[in-house]
């Protein structure tokens, strides 16, 4: 089995908003791995005295050991259980209510010598290479289908669609939320490969167009996702007249977790 784990801050005095582990039991049949994108507040109070890679921190290393050690339970189990978790340790001290409570995008996907199961949730995502070589990409789109005038400000996306019906939905101190995850399981057999990406790396392909998903997972494989990172950051500070980034933030933090099953 191969594995490689990326990590790169988007700014050097700002503190990386991801997490990412990979979990590989003693008995060293199956595992998983956790991607985490860390949902930056806006510049106000948000009810909480803690950071965002605080609770990142958190509720991945509770997905990394339950995904692991409640091999029984479903994803989207094990999801509910880290959120409900997560939320029980600052729930005396913060207001969980408010909707910029520290919150987070997930993928989880755990294999066996049987299956390999997957969540997603929110705009991360987790690409499957089958034995035959092609690219199956796992996306909960519900974020990239609503209207741009919702998400104009900070204020009209928390009242109209953050984590609401009909919007989208993030892994905060809801643990409910956890049904609302894409999930699925696909026999081992047929997987080769698994490619978990937070979206400042997914930058290549949909906000640069520089190949398709098949493009980005083949660069990941045969070059690194060091590589897949570092061709991210020459494109971002080419575009000085920001024709792809737009309004968006000139570098994110990116993440990429590769399994070579």
């Known amino acids: 089995m191969r594995t490689e784990l990326i990590s790169a801050p988007g700014a050097l005095a700002h503190p990386n908003e991801d997490y990412a582990s990979v979990g590989i039991p003693a008995s060293g049949e199956g595992g998983s791995l956790v991607v985490l994108d860390g949902v930056t507040p806006p510049a106000t109070d948000a009810g909480c005295l803690h950071s965002v890679p605080w609770f990142t921190a958190r509720l991945g290393g509770a997905l990394h050991e339950l995904s692991v050690s409640r091999r029984e339970s479903s994803l989207t189990e094990v999801l509910r259980q880290a959120i409900q978790r997560t939320a029980d340790a600052h729930r005396d001290t913060c207001d969980l209510s408010h909707p910029r409570t520290p919150q987070a995008t997930v993928v989880l996907a755990r294999w066996s010598a049987d299956d390999v199961e997957y969540l997603v949730l929110s705009d991360s995502a987790l690409l499957v290479e089958s034995a035959a070589g092609t690219v199956t990409a796992l996306l909960d789109d519900r974020l990239s289908r609503i209207p741009r005038a919702a998400l104009a400000t900070h204020a009209t996306t928390d009242a109209t669609v953050r984590n609401k019906e009909g919007g989208f939905f993030t892994a905060a101190a809801d643990p409910s939320v956890a049904a609302r995850a894409v999930t699925g399981t696909l ?5 080769r490969a698994l490619t978990a990406l937070t979206d400042g790396a997914t930058r290549w392909a949909e906000k640069f167009r520089e ?34 980034l737009g309004r968006s933030k000139t570098h994110d933090d990116a993440t990429v977790v590769y399994v070579e099953l």
Request: aromatic letters at 6%; proline letters at 3%.
């Open 211 to 244: 190949g398709d998903w098949t493009d980005l997972a083949t660069l990941v494989r045969k070059e690194g996702a060091q590589a897949l990172i570092d061709r991210v950051r020459a494109l971002e500070l080419a575009d000085t007249e920001r024709v792809f």
């Open 187 to 191: 026999p081992r057999a047929g997987v």
